[in-house]
Nanobody, 120 residues
Framework: QVQLVQSGGGLVQAGGSLRLSCAASGSIFSINDMGWYRQAPGKQRDLVASISSGGSTNYVDSVKGRFTISRDNAKNTVYLQMNSLKPEDTAVYYC??????????????WGKGTLVTVSS
């Protein structure tokens, strides 16, 4: 089995910063793309940022220049550094990883989500 365990998040004032972490563990052969999604109340879950196994990154326009995604392959961990936070960034943030298991199945796994609340 594979688990993604998230940490970080919480309440912050507008303009502040938060850092999210997501560590993968279990029957892992390799980790391909990793990413962060968010879901605001009443809205669908959308991609925020992604990073390939080689380190190529992709961001939604609304967070470019404010958020930075990174990963530590030795620790099977992906991070999301969020700066200059805005109230519209308020959402539940989920990490996602496309993982090849030791049985050589490629599957998409999700963290349980962490709430980020930005007050104005």
């Amino acid at each position: 089995q594979v688990q993604l365990v998230q940490s970080g998040g919480g309440l912050v004032q507008a303009g502040g910063s938060l850092r999210l972490s997501c560590a993968a563990s279990g029957s892992i052969f390799s980790i391909n793309d990793m990413g962060w999604y968010r879901q605001a109340p009443g809205k669908q879950r959308d991609l925020v940022a992604s990073i390939s196994s080689g380190g190529s990154t992709n961001y939604v326009d609304s967070v470019k220049g404010r958020f930075t995604i990174s990963r530590d392959n030795a620790k099977n961990t992906v991070y999301l550094q969020m700066n200059s936070l805005k109230p519209e960034d308020t959402a539940v943030y989920y990490c996602n990883a496309k993982i090849t298991t030791k049985d050589l199945y490629v599957m998409s796994y999700w963290g349980k989500g962490t709430l980020v609340t930005v007050s104005s």
